[in-house]
């Protein structure tokens, strides 16, 4: 789309697989991939499909021949960790004369920039510059949100990045409801690449549940992928925690439905392989075609 090819670089990867016509997985198959960054992706030169098929002219294709597309773009920006290491120092105490609100969290004092804070959430800058009552305050107290919670969510604003060290699954969780409630969307998509790297048929649910609760698009896509996948569907879908979260949301047994059609249709076209197609949490934007030759 255009607004991320504006602001982050992306890959386009292309994969041929060779069918054999009998429901055997294919044996040949080729990929290649080309990173286009603002600017060069209107170069005139072929850099996509023409490209990937006149290098792999080798492939068998005489029982058929499927391509997948896949668009993925990148996490960062071009300079965008070196920016963020230097906001970051902002938040370092020998610098805290230059802050000009703090925020008090269960007895625990944050100091911060109003401007900044306003420029990342949309939550923030209602309350720092609107018509509330803490826009004239040069100390606000918060409730309902713990001091580890805040001070992650804080340096998240600075730096765009979350620690090295992974938090837990709660400790996650409680990241999720504070980027819902000061509307960091960049928050709640760091969440979920996170939470992904836990995901199984034991938390999926949870996962699901959190998703829908604090309005994460990203992961309640790749939620709903994960268990509409024919090796989980049967674990998850026959426990009572995914038929009590049906219940209050009917709408995601449509999506699952939907999902595990989409699925079967795929690894059909693949001859019914284990190869994975499931979308990459940064973009959900693939597809594939399938070449038939026509009968002689």
Not at 37 to 60: A, S
Not at 70 to 87: A, H, N, W, Y
Not at 155 to 176: G, K, M, S
Not at 182 to 189: I, Q
Request: proline content about 7%; aromatic content about 10%.
């Amino acid at each position: 789309p255009p607004s991320h090819a504006d602001a982050y670089p992306f890959m386009v990867t292309f994969t041929a697989f060779a069918a054999h016509g009998d429901g055997a997985p294919p044996s040949h198959h080729a990929e290649c991939g080309h990173v286009y960054t603002r600017g060069n992706h209107g170069l005139k030169r072929p850099c996509g499909f023409p490209e990937f098929i006149g290098d792999y002219t080798d492939i068998p294709i005489e029982r058929g021949l499927t391509v997948m597309w896949r668009v993925r773009v990148t996490r960062e920006k071009p300079g965008g960790p070196e920016i963020g290491r230097q906001l970051g120092r902002l938040l370092d105490p020998g610098l805290a004369t230059w802050t000009d609100v703090s925020f008090v969290v269960a007895g625990e004092t944050f100091r911060a920039h109003r401007a900044l804070l306003a420029a990342r959430s949309p939550v923030f800058e209602a309350q720092l510059f609107g018509a509330m009552l803490e826009s004239s305050s040069a100390s606000i107290t918060l409730e309902d949100i713990e001091p580890g919670t805040f001070e992650t969510m804080l340096r998240f604003i600075y730096t765009d990045a979350l620690p090295d060290d992974p938090p837990d699954l709660e400790a996650l969780r409680r990241l999720l409801v504070a980027a819902d409630r000061f509307a960091l969307d960049g928050l709640k998509r760091e969440c979920a690449e996170r939470l992904l790297g836990s995901m199984s048929t034991d938390t999926v649910v949870d996962m699901l549940r959190w998703a829908c609760t604090y309005n994460c698009a990203e992961l309640r896509e790749e939620c709903v992928d994960f268990v509409a996948a024919r090796r989980n569907f049967n674990e998850v879908v026959l426990t009572v925690g995914f038929m009590e979260l049906v219940l209050e949301s009917p709408s995601i047994l449509d999506d699952v439905k939907e999902s595990a059609a989409r699925q079967q249709r795929a690894k059909e076209s693949l001859g019914d392989s284990d190869l994975p197609i499931r979308r990459g949490m940064a973009s959900p934007y693939y597809g594939y075609y399938y070449y038939q030759p026509a009968a002689a």
